[in-house]
Nanobody, 115 residues
Framework: QVQLVESGGGLVQPGGSLRLSCAAS????????MGWYRQAPGNKRELVAR???????TYADSVKGRFIISRDNAKKTLYLQMNSLKPEDTAVYYC?????????WGQGTQVTVSS
């Protein structure tokens, strides 16, 4: 089982950037497809971006062209570079496998986009 710990969130102004990290431990990280998910208040948790074990990436339409997902298998770390942030990107961001493994949800990291 993989344990996942997200970090890098914070308060940023519209148009700003943040880089999220997800540190994995406990299993062979490189074998798994991984994803970044987010949940805004009152909304369902949604998939933002995913990356295969081979590095193929897919993005939700709402973040395409602004967010970049990447992974460093040697460091067992997943990243999400978020650029041109909008208020509607405000949410708690989580990493998990793709498809999700319910037992792998971490605490998430809060991203707030506001002036």
């Amino acid at each position: 089982q993989v344990q996942l710990v997200e970090s890098g969130g914070g308060l940023v102004q519209p148009g700003g950037s943040l880089r999220l990290s997800c540190a994995a431990s406990g299993s062979i990280f490189s074998d798994y497809a991984m994803g970044w998910y987010r949940q805004a208040p009152g909304n369902k948790r949604e998939l933002v971006a995913r990356i295969s074990s081979a590095g193929k990436t897919t993005y939700a339409d709402s973040v395409k062209g602004r967010f970049i997902i990447s992974r460093d298998n040697a460091k067992k770390t997943l990243y999400l570079q978020m650029n041109s942030l909008k208020p509607e990107d405000t949410a708690v961001y989580y990493c998990n496998h793709y498809p999700i493994v319910i037992s792998s949800w971490g605490q998430g990291t809060q991203v707030t986009v506001s002036s």
